[in-house]
T-cell receptor
Framework: EAEVAQSPRYKITEKSQAVAFWCDPISGHATLYWYRQILGQGPELLVQFQDESVVDDSQLPKDRFSAERLKGVDSTLKIQPAELGDSAMYLC??????????????FGSGTRLTVV | GENVEQHPSTLSVQEGDSAVIKCTYSDSASNYFPWYKQELGKRPQLIIDIRSNVGEKKDQRIAVTLNKTAKHFSLHITETQPEDSAVYFCAASIGGSYIPTFGRGTSLIVHP
C-alpha cells in the first residue's frame, strides 16, 4: 500500500529555534495538505498545495510559518522561530485532487513536535 | 467558515454493543462527510465517507447517516470489538470543496 512519507517522526526543539518538516506524498497525488493536530483535537488545515502552487494558506501563521512545494512533489513546512504553543503533531496528507473525483485523503504518520 | 461539533467526546461500550457518534455542521454548502479512525500514535485513516446526495451508506459493521436538512450526520458501529478502540473524527467539507473541517474527536473504548 502506497504511503505518505514524513520525517522526522519526532522533533524536540528549543523555543526561538527554527524547525523544518518534510513530506513526500503518494506518487501521482497532485494535492498536498499540511495539518496541525493539537493533542485532544482534530486536525486543522494549515496549507493546501495543488502541484507547486498554494491554493489556500489562510490558516497558516505567516509571521513564523512557511511552506513550499517547489517541484510539485515533496514539500517542506518550516517554523521560525518556534514557540511553546507550536507543540503538536504536524500531519501531511495527499490526494489525487477533486478534479479526478477521488476525495479521500491519505495521511502520513506525522511529525510530533515538542517545543521546550 | 465551517464549524463541526462532535459528541460524545468519550464513549465506553462493552464488546458486542453498538456505538453511535454524532456530528453537526454549520455550512449548508458542505457536500462531503468523511469519517477517520486514529489509533494511538498512528495516522488518521479514512474508514467511510458519504456525499450529500446520499442519506445512508453501509460497509460491513460501519454505517453513516446524513440529514442535510438538520445538518447532522452520524457514525454507527455494530457488534463492536476491542480493536475498534480508537479516536474517531467526523469531518465536513468546506463549502463546495472536498477539503474537510474536522470535529474534535470521540475516544471510543470497547471493553472485552
Amino acid at each position: 500500500e502506497a504511503e505518505v512519507a514524513q520525517s522526522p517522526r519526532y522533533k524536540i526543539t528549543e523555543k526561538s529555534q527554527a524547525v523544518a518538516f518534510w513530506c513526500d506524498p503518494i506518487s501521482g497525488h497532485a494535492t498536498l495538505y499540511w495539518y496541525r493536530q493539537i493533542l485532544g483535537q482534530g486536525p486543522e488545515l494549515l496549507v493546501q498545495f495543488q502541484d507547486e502552487s498554494v491554493v489556500d494558506d489562510s490558516q497558516l501563521p505567516k509571521d513564523r510559518f512557511s511552506a513550499e512545494r517547489l517541484k510539485g512533489v515533496d514539500s517542506t513546512l518550516k517554523i521560525q522561530p518556534a514557540e511553546l504553543g507550536d507543540s503538536a503533531m504536524y500531519l501531511c496528507a495527499s490526494s489525487f485532487g477533486e478534479e479526478k473525483g477521488v476525495h479521500g485523503y491519505t495521511f502520513g504518520s506525522g511529525t510530533r513536535l515538542t517545543v521546550v | 467558515g465551517e464549524n463541526v461539533e462532535q459528541h460524545p467526546s468519550t464513549l465506553s461500550v462493552q464488546e458486542g454493543d453498538s456505538a453511535v457518534i454524532k456530528c453537526t455542521y454549520s455550512d449548508s454548502a458542505s457536500n462531503y462527510f468523511p469519517w477517520y479512525k486514529q489509533e494511538l500514535g498512528k495516522r488518521p485513516q479514512l474508514i467511510i465517507d458519504i456525499r450529500s446526495n446520499v442519506g445512508e451508506k453501509k460497509d460491513q459493521r460501519i454505517a453513516v447517516t446524513l440529514n442535510k436538512t438538520a445538518k447532522h450526520f452520524s457514525l454507527h458501529i455494530t457488534e463492536t470489538q476491542p480493536e475498534d478502540s480508537a479516536v474517531y473524527f467526523c469531518a465536513a467539507s468546506i463549502g463546495g470543496s472536498y477539503i474537510p473541517t474536522f470535529g474534535r474527536g470521540t475516544s471510543l473504548i470497547v471493553h472485552p
